[in-house]
C-alpha cells in the first residue's frame, strides 16, 4: 500500500458553491451541500465569494490522499468498504472505508482515496 | 492420505469428510448420538486444527488434518495462545439478490433473478460457502475457505431445504445411529453400516429390516447399538438386533436463516418453506442433546407455568445450544401440542447459527480509530510515551515529569495541543447563533479578544468549555476540548439548522496546528521567534513566529504566561522544531499531559469529562461567575433557573492533604469519607512541588446544608481548601 501524502487544497464553506466556476485542472469535490475542496489549491475564489461575502475560505491540508489503479482499489473496497460504490465514473463518493471516515474520486482506471490526515497512518496499517 | 484422531493416524478415501473417515475407521467423533451428516445435529462436533465446535460432517478430509474429541464431561480447552493464527479477511460483496442453498429450488431461485436482470449470487455449503447469520441491511455472513464473505443484498431468499427429525428416546445418545440420508451418504461412501434395523421411513437402496411399531428405546453395550425395541398398538415390545439403526421420522424445514430476517427482505423457497413434521411426543430422553434437557425437564417447567414455545427456551436454554433448536424445536412443539396448546411457531432465531472463532468474529470489524497529530513523529522520536487521550495518541511524558513541569514553572515549555477543537463561525446571524448557544455575553466580546466559556445542554448541564474569540463583527473561531469537539461541532450545527440562521461553519481541528508556549520565559522565546509585541490577556493576533503564519492566542490552562500558536497543520513540524532550537538556551523542553494535568490542578481549571459529571451545573462547578442570567436566552438557561431554587447538596471543591510526604497523592475516583460516611469522590489528585503538598479536586456532598471543612481520604485527613492553589492573584499568567 503506498503512503498516503497531505493534499494540499482550497476548502470553502458557503452557501454560493452552485454556479460557481473553477479551472479545468482541478479535481473540484463537493463533501457536502455547503461546503468542497478544490485539489490543489486555486488563488481565484471571487466566483464564490462574490456571491458570499460570508463564504470560510481556508487553504487547507488536513486530508491526506492517494491514487491507486482501478484493480487494486476494488480489492481494498471489496476488503474493507462495507457499503456499495456506484459503477458511474467520473465519481465522487464518501463513507467509512476500513472504519475510517474516507472520500473517493473515482475515475475510469483510478481512484483517489482520500481520508483526514490524522488517521492516514491508521489507515494505511488496517488495508494492508 | 492419513488424518490423526487422538493421536492416532487413520487413512481416509479420496472425497471423505473427517466424520466419513472416522466411521470408516470405525471411530465416532464424540460419545454418540445420531448422526445426520447435513449439519443439523449436535452429533459430530470435535476439535480440528485446534479449532473446537467443528461439524467434522462439513469439513474435507486432508492429509494430516489433527482431529481431537471434545471431552466426554466438559468442554474443550481454548486454544493455545502460541498457535500462530493467521488473520481471517472479511470480503464484500453488493447485489440484488442471494440465494442461499443450491439446491434445486436454490438453483431456480438464483436463474429467476438472473433472467429478471438482477445481480444474483449463490452460496452453497457443497462449495464451501457456509451462511451463518442473517443481519439488519440486510447482510448474509457467510464463512468460506477464503474468509468472511459479507453480502449487502437487497433481497434474500434461503432455498437451505429441510432436515430429518432426529430421535428422543432412551438410549439416542448412543453411536451407531443415523438418519436416513446420512445411512444412504455412508453406503454411497462404501461403508458397510452391518446389519441395519430401520425406525419409520426405510433409507433408499439399502437392505435392512424395518421395525414396527413406535420407537420405544435403543440398547447399547459399550456405548454402541444393539437393538432397537419398539412398542406395538397392543403394548407389547419388540425386540430388533442390529449393528446399526437407522430413523426416518420425517422432516422439518431449515429456516433458522429465514427466521433471522425478522421484518428484512428474507424469503424462503422449496423445502426451507415446508410444514413441519411433527414426532410423537416422546414420553422420556434427552430432548436438547445441547443444553442436556430432558422431557423430565420440560414436565417440570410446564408445572411451574412455562408453558409458550420462547417460556420453555428461557427456561430450559433448550434451543440455544450448537444445533440451534435444530434436534429439540420439532419435539418442543410436540411436547406443547399434547399438553393442549396450539401448535406454535418455531422459536425466533439470532445469528449465529454456527461456532465461530474470534478471528471469524472480528474480521472486517474495527475499533474507533485514534488521531495523530502532525507532530506524532516528533513525539515518537523524542521518546515520548504515548497515550490515546480524547481521541488522539497524545504525549503522556517525555521521560521526566518533574522537569518537564519545573520548565513550565520556572523556564518555557511547550506542548502539542493540536487536538483541542477549533471552528470558524461566519454570517450575519453568527451573533445571535452564538448568544443563544453560550451562558455569556458575546456581544461584549471585543474585536481581537477571546473569553473563556461553558456550553450548557438544555437541561443546565456542562458539556464541554472553551473559548470564544473574535475575529470580526461576522467572524468568530470558537475552540472545544480535545475529546469533545466532535459533538460541539453536532450541537452547533443542529441548533444553526434549527433556528435557521443564516452562518457557515467549518471544523478545523485537522487544519490548525497548535502549540502552546508557556512558562516565565515565554516572552522571551518569542521574541527569539521574532514575534516582539505578543497580544495582551486574552488577546489574539495574527504575527510570524519562527517563520510560521501563526494566529496567537494568549490564554493560560498551566497557570504561566501562555500563548497558543495556531498555524497551517502542515507546518507543525517547522514551528515545533524552531521553538526548541530557539530555546535551547531559555531551558526549554516539551511537556506531556502528564504535566499539564498537574499544572492545571495546581490552578484549579476543570476538566470537563473528568471533573464534571452528566448532572454538574455551573453552580455545583462553582462556576457561576460564567452564566449570566440577565441574558434573556441561553441553552440551558430555563434549567439553570429552576434548579438554582433547589438546595445545594453537593459540589466540586478543593482539597488538599494534611501533613502527608512529597510526591502522595490519592487515587483519583477515590471515595471521600466524613465522620465515616460516604461524602464523596475524588475527581484530580497530585502532589505539587511548588505548593509543597497534595492537593485535589474532588465532589463533596453538604452535610447538614454545610460543606464539611475536614474529611478523609484513603484514611488520611483532607481540608477544604479555596481554588485556585496556585498563584490566587493570577498574577504570572497576566504577567
Ligand atoms: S453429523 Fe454433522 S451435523 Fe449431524
Given at each position: 500500500?503506498?503512503?498516503?501524502?497531505?493534499?494540499?487544497?482550497?476548502?470553502?464553506?458557503?452557501?454560493?458553491?452552485?454556479?460557481?466556476?473553477?479551472?479545468?485542472?482541478?479535481?473540484v469535490?463537493?463533501?457536502?451541500?455547503?461546503?468542497?475542496?478544490?485539489?490543489?489549491?486555486?488563488?481565484?475564489?471571487?466566483s464564490?465569494?462574490?456571491?458570499?461575502?460570508?463564504?470560510?475560505?481556508?487553504?487547507?491540508?488536513?486530508?491526506?490522499?492517494?491514487?491507486?489503479?482501478?484493480?487494486?482499489?476494488?480489492?481494498?473496497?471489496?476488503?474493507?468498504?462495507?457499503?456499495?460504490?456506484?459503477?458511474?465514473?467520473?465519481?465522487?463518493?464518501?463513507?467509512?472505508?476500513?472504519?475510517?471516515?474516507?472520500?473517493?474520486?473515482?475515475?475510469?482506471?483510478?481512484?483517489?482515496?482520500?481520508?483526514?490526515?490524522?488517521?492516514?497512518?491508521?489507515?494505511?496499517?488496517?488495508?494492508? | 492420505?492419513?488424518?490423526?484422531?487422538?493421536?492416532?493416524?487413520?487413512?481416509?478415501?479420496?472425497?471423505?469428510?473427517?466424520?466419513?473417515?472416522?466411521?470408516?475407521?470405525?471411530?465416532?467423533?464424540?460419545?454418540?448420538?445420531?448422526?445426520?451428516?447435513?449439519?443439523?445435529?449436535?452429533?459430530?462436533?470435535?476439535?480440528?486444527?485446534?479449532?473446537?465446535?467443528?461439524?467434522?460432517?462439513?469439513?474435507?478430509?486432508?492429509?494430516?488434518?489433527?482431529?481431537?474429541?471434545?471431552?466426554?464431561?466438559?468442554?474443550?480447552?481454548?486454544?493455545?495462545?502460541?498457535?500462530?493464527?493467521?488473520?481471517?479477511?472479511?470480503?464484500?460483496?453488493h447485489?440484488?439478490?442471494?440465494?442461499?442453498?443450491?439446491?434445486?429450488?436454490?438453483?431456480?431461485?438464483?436463474?429467476?433473478?438472473?433472467?429478471?436482470?438482477?445481480?444474483?449470487?449463490?452460496?452453497?455449503?457443497?462449495?464451501?460457502?457456509?451462511?451463518?447469520?442473517?443481519?439488519?441491511?440486510?447482510?448474509?455472513?457467510?464463512?468460506?475457505?477464503?474468509?468472511?464473505?459479507?453480502i449487502?443484498?437487497?433481497?434474500?431468499?434461503?432455498?437451505?431445504?429441510?432436515?430429518?427429525?432426529?430421535?428422543?428416546?432412551?438410549?439416542?445418545?448412543?453411536?451407531?445411529?443415523?438418519?436416513?440420508?446420512?445411512?444412504?451418504?455412508?453406503?454411497?461412501?462404501?461403508?458397510?453400516?452391518?446389519?441395519?434395523?430401520?425406525?419409520?421411513?426405510?433409507?433408499?437402496?439399502?437392505?435392512?429390516?424395518?421395525?414396527?411399531?413406535?420407537?420405544?428405546?435403543?440398547?447399547?453395550?459399550?456405548?454402541?447399538?444393539?437393538?432397537?425395541?419398539?412398542?406395538s398398538?397392543?403394548?407389547?415390545?419388540?425386540?430388533?438386533?442390529?449393528?446399526?439403526?437407522?430413523?426416518?421420522?420425517?422432516?422439518?424445514?431449515?429456516?433458522?436463516?429465514?427466521?433471522?430476517?425478522?421484518?428484512?427482505?428474507v424469503?424462503?423457497?422449496?423445502?426451507?418453506?415446508?410444514?413441519?413434521?411433527?414426532?410423537?411426543?416422546?414420553?422420556?430422553?434427552?430432548?436438547?442433546?445441547?443444553?442436556?434437557?430432558?422431557?423430565?425437564?420440560?414436565?417440570?417447567?410446564?408445572?411451574?407455568?412455562?408453558?409458550?414455545?420462547?417460556?420453555?427456551?428461557?427456561?430450559?436454554?433448550?434451543?440455544?445450544?450448537?444445533?440451534?433448536?435444530?434436534?429439540?424445536?420439532?419435539?418442543?412443539?410436540?411436547?406443547?401440542?399434547?399438553?393442549?396448546?396450539?401448535?406454535?411457531?418455531?422459536?425466533?432465531?439470532?445469528?449465529?447459527?454456527?461456532?465461530?472463532?474470534?478471528?471469524?468474529?472480528?474480521?472486517?470489524?474495527?475499533?474507533?480509530?485514534?488521531?495523530?497529530?502532525?507532530?506524532?513523529?516528533?513525539?515518537?522520536?523524542?521518546?515520548?510515551?504515548?497515550?490515546?487521550?480524547?481521541?488522539?495518541?497524545?504525549?503522556?511524558?517525555?521521560?521526566?515529569?518533574?522537569?518537564?513541569?519545573?520548565?513550565?514553572?520556572?523556564?518555557?515549555?511547550?506542548?502539542?495541543?493540536?487536538?483541542?477543537?477549533?471552528?470558524?463561525?461566519?454570517?450575519?446571524?453568527?451573533?445571535?447563533?452564538?448568544?443563544?448557544?453560550?451562558?455569556?455575553?458575546?456581544?461584549?466580546?471585543?474585536?481581537?479578544?477571546?473569553?473563556?466559556?461553558?456550553?450548557?445542554?438544555?437541561?443546565?448541564?456542562?458539556?464541554?468549555?472553551?473559548?470564544?474569540?473574535?475575529?470580526?463583527?461576522?467572524?468568530?473561531?470558537?475552540?472545544?476540548?480535545?475529546?469533545?469537539?466532535?459533538h460541539?461541532?453536532?450541537?452547533?450545527?443542529?441548533?444553526?439548522?434549527?433556528?435557521?440562521?443564516?452562518?457557515?461553519?467549518?471544523?478545523?481541528?485537522?487544519?490548525?496546528?497548535?502549540?502552546?508556549?508557556?512558562?516565565?520565559?515565554?516572552?522571551?522565546?518569542?521574541?527569539?521567534?521574532?514575534l516582539?509585541?505578543?497580544p495582551?490577556?486574552?488577546?489574539?493576533?495574527?504575527?510570524?513566529?519562527?517563520?510560521?503564519?501563526?494566529?496567537?492566542?494568549?490564554?493560560?490552562?498551566?497557570?504561566?504566561?501562555?500563548?497558543?500558536?495556531?498555524?497551517?497543520?502542515?507546518?507543525?513540524?517547522?514551528?515545533w522544531?524552531?521553538?526548541l532550537?530557539?530555546?535551547?538556551?531559555?531551558?526549554?523542553?516539551?511537556?506531556?499531559?502528564?504535566?499539564?494535568?498537574?499544572?492545571?490542578?495546581?490552578?484549579?481549571?476543570?476538566?470537563?469529562?473528568?471533573?464534571?459529571?452528566?448532572?454538574?451545573?455551573?453552580?455545583?462547578?462553582?462556576h457561576?461567575w460564567?452564566?449570566?442570567?440577565?441574558?434573556?436566552?441561553?441553552?440551558?438557561?430555563?434549567?439553570?433557573?429552576?434548579?438554582?431554587?433547589?438546595?445545594?447538596?453537593?459540589?466540586?471543591v478543593?482539597?488538599?492533604m494534611?501533613?502527608?510526604?512529597?510526591?502522595?497523592?490519592?487515587?483519583?475516583?477515590?471515595?471521600?469519607?466524613?465522620?465515616?460516611?460516604?461524602?464523596g469522590?475524588?475527581t484530580?489528585?497530585?502532589?505539587?512541588?511548588?505548593?509543597?503538598?497534595?492537593?485535589?479536586l474532588?465532589?463533596?456532598?453538604?452535610?447538614?446544608?454545610?460543606?464539611?471543612?475536614?474529611?478523609?481520604?484513603?484514611?488520611?485527613?483532607?481540608?477544604?481548601?479555596?481554588?485556585?492553589?496556585?498563584?490566587?492573584?493570577?498574577?504570572?499568567?497576566?504577567?
Amino acid at each position: 500500500m503506498p503512503e498516503l501524502n497531505r493534499l494540499p487544497a482550497t476548502r470553502i464553506v458557503s452557501t454560493a458553491l452552485d454556479g460557481a466556476v473553477w479551472p479545468e485542472n482541478r479535481l473540484v469535490l463537493r463533501t457536502a451541500a455547503d461546503e468542497l475542496l478544490i485539489i490543489p489549491p486555486v488563488a481565484d475564489v471571487s466566483s464564490v465569494t462574490s456571491h458570499d461575502p460570508y463564504a470560510i475560505v481556508v487553504e487547507d491540508a488536513s486530508y491526506a490522499g492517494v491514487w491507486l489503479g482501478a484493480d487494486e482499489a476494488a480489492a481494498i473496497l471489496r476488503r474493507h468498504c462495507e457499503w456499495r460504490v456506484t459503477a458511474q465514473r467520473p465519481q465522487f463518493a464518501q463513507g467509512a472505508i476500513a472504519g475510517i471516515a474516507t472520500k473517493l474520486w473515482l475515475e475510469a482506471d483510478r481512484v483517489l482515496f482520500v481520508v483526514p490526515a490524522p488517521y492516514a497512518v491508521e489507515f494505511e496499517e488496517r488495508i494492508v | 492420505m492419513r488424518v490423526i484422531v487422538d493421536q492416532k493416524p487413520i487413512p481416509f478415501a479420496p472425497g471423505d469428510s473427517l466424520l466419513v473417515a472416522m466411521l470408516r475407521a470405525g471411530e465416532h467423533p464424540t460419545e454418540g448420538g445420531c448422526l445426520c451428516l447435513g449439519g443439523d445435529c449436535p452429533n459430530c462436533l470435535a476439535t480440528v486444527d485446534g479449532i473446537s465446535y467443528v461439524r467434522t460432517c462439513q469439513v474435507a478430509a486432508k492429509p494430516g488434518m489433527v482431529v481431537e474429541r471434545h471431552p466426554a464431561d466438559g468442554y474443550p480447552l481454548l486454544p493455545d495462545d502460541s498457535r500462530h493464527r493467521a488473520e481471517v479477511h472479511a470480503h464484500n460483496h453488493h447485489c440484488d439478490v442471494v440465494v442461499i442453498g443450491q439446491g434445486e429450488s436454490g438453483r431456480a431461485a438464483l436463474a429467476e433473478a438472473e433472467a429478471a436482470g438482477k445481480q444474483a449470487i449463490g452460496l452453497d455449503v457443497a462449495n464451501g460457502q457456509e451462511a451463518i447469520g442473517i443481519y439488519s441491511g440486510p447482510l448474509v455472513v457467510a464463512r468460506t475457505a477464503a474468509g468472511m464473505l459479507h453480502i449487502h443484498a437487497a433481497e434474500v431468499v434461503v432455498a437451505t431445504g429441510a432436515a430429518e427429525i432426529q430421535p428422543v428416546v432412551p438410549g439416542s445418545e448412543l453411536a451407531g445411529l443415523f438418519t436416513s440420508r446420512a445411512a444412504e451418504q455412508l453406503t454411497a461412501a462404501g461403508l458397510d453400516l452391518g446389519r441395519v434395523v430401520a425406525v419409520g421411513t426405510p433409507p433408499a437402496g439399502i437392505e435392512c429390516e424395518l421395525a414396527s411399531g413406535d420407537l420405544l428405546r435403543f440398547e447399547g453395550e459399550g456405548g454402541r447399538v444393539t437393538a432397537v425395541i419398539t412398542q406395538s398398538a397392543d403394548g407389547s415390545e419388540n425386540r430388533y438386533p442390529c449393528q446399526t439403526a437407522v430413523v426416518g421420522l420425517g422432516l422439518y424445514p431449515r429456516d433458522a436463516l429465514t427466521r433471522m430476517g425478522h421484518q428484512l427482505p428474507v424469503r424462503a423457497v422449496g423445502d426451507a418453506t415446508r410444514e413441519a413434521d411433527l414426532p410423537t411426543c416422546p414420553g422420556e430422553g434427552i430432548i436438547c442433546p445441547c443444553s442436556g434437557v430432558s422431557v423430565a425437564d420440560l414436565e417440570r417447567i410446564w408445572e411451574q407455568g412455562f408453558q409458550e414455545m420462547e417460556l420453555v427456551k428461557r427456561a430450559t436454554l433448550a434451543g440455544t445450544g450448537t444445533c440451534q433448536g435444530g434436534v429439540c424445536t420439532p419435539y418442543l412443539r410436540s411436547f406443547l401440542l399434547a399438553k393442549g396448546k396450539t401448535l406454535q411457531p418455531a422459536f425466533t432465531a439470532r445469528p449465529v447459527n454456527r461456532q465461530l472463532t474470534l478471528g471469524e468474529i472480528a474480521a472486517g470489524a474495527h475499533h474507533h480509530p485514534t488521531a495523530r497529530t502532525a507532530l506524532d513523529g516528533e513525539h515518537r522520536r523524542l521518546g515520548a510515551k504515548m497515550e490515546r487521550s480524547g481521541g488522539w495518541w497524545r504525549p503522556w511524558n517525555y521521560g521526566d515529569v518533574w522537569a518537564e513541569y519545573w520548565a513550565v514553572r520556572e523556564a518555557v515549555s511547550i506542548m502539542d495541543v493540536s487536538t483541542l477543537g477549533k471552528m470558524i463561525v461566519s454570517g450575519p446571524d453568527v451573533l445571535e447563533l452564538l448568544e443563544r448557544l453560550y451562558p455569556t455575553k458575546v456581544s461584549t466580546i471585543k474585536n481581537g479578544r477571546s473569553r473563556y466559556v461553558l456550553l450548557l445542554d438544555e437541561r443546565g448541564y456542562v458539556f464541554d468549555d472553551g473559548m470564544i474569540c473574535k475575529d470580526s463583527d461576522t467572524q468568530y473561531t470558537l475552540t472545544f476540548t480535545s475529546g469533545g469537539s466532535s459533538h460541539a461541532e453536532m450541537w452547533v450545527r443542529d441548533w444553526a439548522e434549527s433556528w435557521g440562521l443564516d452562518v457557515r461553519i467549518l471544523l478545523q481541528t485537522q487544519r490548525l496546528g497548535a502549540i502552546n508556549v508557556t512558562g516565565p520565559l515565554a516572552n522571551e522565546l518569542l521574541a527569539r521567534a521574532g514575534l516582539d509585541n505578543p497580544p495582551p490577556y486574552l488577546g489574539h493576533i495574527e504575527a510570524t513566529v519562527a517563520g510560521v503564519p501563526c494566529r496567537i492566542f494568549r490564554l493560560s490552562f498551566t497557570g504561566e504566561l501562555s500563548y497558543e500558536l495556531h498555524h497551517p497543520v502542515e507546518q507543525s513540524v517547522t514551528l515545533w522544531r524552531g521553538l526548541l532550537e530557539l530555546g535551547q538556551e531559555l531551558g526549554i523542553r516539551p511537556h506531556g499531559l502528564e504535566t499539564l494535568l498537574k499544572l492545571r490542578l495546581e490552578k484549579g481549571h476543570i476538566i470537563v469529562g473528568q471533573d464534571t459529571d452528566m448532572d454538574s451545573t455551573p453552580r455545583r462547578l462553582h462556576h457561576e461567575w460564567a452564566i449570566k442570567l440577565d441574558k434573556e436566552f441561553f441553552i440551558g438557561r430555563q434549567a439553570v433557573l429552576r434548579t438554582n431554587k433547589i438546595p445545594l447538596d453537593k459540589q466540586l471543591v478543593g482539597l488538599e492533604m494534611v501533613g502527608q510526604p512529597a510526591g502522595y497523592a490519592p487515587l483519583e475516583g477515590g471515595v471521600i469519607w466524613h465522620q465515616g460516611n460516604y461524602a464523596g469522590i475524588v475527581t484530580s489528585a497530585t502532589y505539587s512541588p511548588a505548593l509543597g503538598k497534595t492537593v485535589l479536586l474532588g465532589w463533596l456532598y453538604l452535610q447538614n446544608g454545610e460543606l464539611p471543612t475536614e474529611v478523609e481520604i484513603e484514611g488520611k485527613t483532607a481540608r477544604r481548601v479555596e481554588v485556585p492553589f496556585y498563584d490566587k492573584e493570577a498574577s504570572r499568567a497576566r504577567a
